[in-house]
């Protein structure tokens, strides 16, 4: 019996491992890919972040809306970061200094798809780099749990 609780051990601390590593470097993908957009100039029209999740929680979703042309048309923007998630109060605050409602700030667009735009290409959130401390925890916990699941099979 305990034999086999290890081994469902292992492959969920596996799964859940890499799954979350698998998901970072996606966003680190995303994020990477942003540094070649093309840079323009927006105009803030809000800024601000969403209450926490729970009473508890210090994750604070990022809120942003901006107007910029490209290519000759208009657009408004959403997005923060190329994977928006939440931010912690530092960032928080860093965020609320850097884009204030009415300011002028950069603002990079995919030339692609001009309607796609971030304001801080290539940037990643601190809970994206605490997912993948984590993945890469799990897949360890999964990794030395099999090696000694296999040596005691020995």
Do not use: H
């Amino acid at each position: 019996m305990r034999r086999r609780f290890f081994r469902v051990c292992c492959a969920l601390s596996l799964i859940g491992g890499i799954g979350l590593s698998v998901d970072f470097a996606l966003k680190a993908f995303r994020a990477w890919q942003t540094l070649d957009w093309e840079e323009g100039s927006a105009e803030m029209l809000s800024s601000g972040a969403g209450a926490p999740d729970g009473p508890r929680s210090r994750c604070y979703p990022p809120r942003a809306a901006y107007s910029y042309s490209a290519e000759g048309k208009q657009f408004t923007g959403q997005r923060v970061r190329p994977t928006d998630s939440c931010m912690s109060g530092n960032e928080l605050r860093e965020f609320q200094a850097e884009f204030k409602k009415g300011e002028t700030v950069d603002v990079y667009y995919d030339p692609a798809r001009p309607s796609e735009a971030v304001l801080q290409p290539g940037r990643l959130w601190y809970n994206d780099w605490v997912q993948a401390c984590f993945g890469l925890l799990l897949m360890g916990f999964g990794i030395v749990t099999g090696i000694r699941i296999l040596r005691k099979q020995r």
